[in-house]
């Protein structure tokens, strides 16, 4: 399905809409153009939505503009985006970047979020749970060109010892033919890492004004956004759901892909 472009504040914004139902915005992580969600996953969840998938700020073909890349510029895309595209209210999933992105939004905004879901998610700063430092220098070698090991940065996102049972488990990642910049790249992972800094506060404190129903899912072995940090959000958040994927990485919708679809719909359908 070709992209469409809308103007929204100093950028151009590249977007796709499809299936029928209740509006659904995916937000992709930080990495991602919006066509790498799993192919399934977005064949049924169109099937009773309409799925709205968008590349981020300077990400595939959205241009960068010349605004700052934090993650409240990002959330204040989003919502210009859903003005441009005249949406009033809307389902809103985040993975893993756009999990902060989704709740800066809701914070911000709660008027525009009907249901949310926070997928890879942390609240970040002082109460956040940081990643190890090891695993933040193999993100930092990667993004910055100082290694060209992909083994490595794939350790990050899937359990080893899942990879060493599933040979072929890149051939399930959709390949996508949009680029990300190296300078995006950075960019990103630099927005990604002051959010799970612990030199500011965070948004842990705010998340008890969240009145929207809430799902947050995580892998069990997830070191990208660990896998505690999902305690913290279930706790603070009134009434949210938590269903956590024993043995699942970062990438666990790729990882269980029918898994995750299900545990998406069941919440859609029941809240």
């Keep these: 399905m070709p992209a469409k472009k809308i103007r929204v504040g100093d950028i151009d914004v590249a977007y796709k809409i499809f299936g029928n139902g209740d509006p659904i915005l995916l937000i992709s992580g930080s990495g991602n153009v919006m066509d790498v969600w799993p192919t399934t996953f977005l064949q049924e969840l169109s099937s ?4 709205i998938i968008f590349d981020n700020r300077g990400v595939g073909n959205t241009t960068a503009g010349t605004r700052p890349f934090t993650i409240s510029q990002f959330a204040n895309d989003t919502i210009g985006l859903l003005d441009a595209l005249n949406i009033q209210r809307i389902d809103v ?3 893993s970047m756009a999990s902060f992105i989704a709740q800066q939004l809701t914070i911000v905004h709660p008027e525009r979020v009907n249901r949310l879901i926070l997928y890879g998610a942390s609240c970040g700063g002082q109460e956040g749970i940081p990643q190890r430092p090891e695993v933040t220098r193999t993100i930092s070698d990667f993004v ?3 290694s060209q090991n992909a083994d490595a940065f794939l350790s990050i996102t899937f359990p080893p010892e899942w990879i060493r049972t599933h040979s072929n488990y890149i051939e399930t990642i959709p390949k996508p033919s949009e680029i990300i ?8 992972f630099n927005a990604v890492e002051e959010w799970l800094s612990r030199n500011w506060t965070g948004v842990c404190n705010q998340l008890q004004n969240i009145s929207t129903p809430t799902l947050i899912v995580t892998g069990t072995e997830d070191v990208a ?3 505690a ?3 913290i959000l279930v706790e603070k958040i009134p009434g949210a759901w938590l269903i956590q994927i024993t043995g699942a990485g970062h990438g666990l919708m790729y990882q269980y892909p029918a898994q995750f679809s299900k545990i998406i719909k069941t919440f859609l359908e029941n809240t």
């Excluded at 009773?48 to 799925?51: G, I, K, P, R």
């Excluded at 910049?181 to 990103?188: A, H, S």
Aim: hydrophobic letters at 40%; zero cysteines.
């Design 229 to 231: 940090n999902s305690l």
């Design 93 to 95: 999933l985040g993975f």
């Design 144 to 146: 910055n060109n100082r």
């Design 181 to 188: 910049l190296y300078t995006t790249l950075v960019k990103q």
């Design 225 to 227: 956004v660990p896998a």
């Design 48 to 51: 009773n939505h309409t799925v």
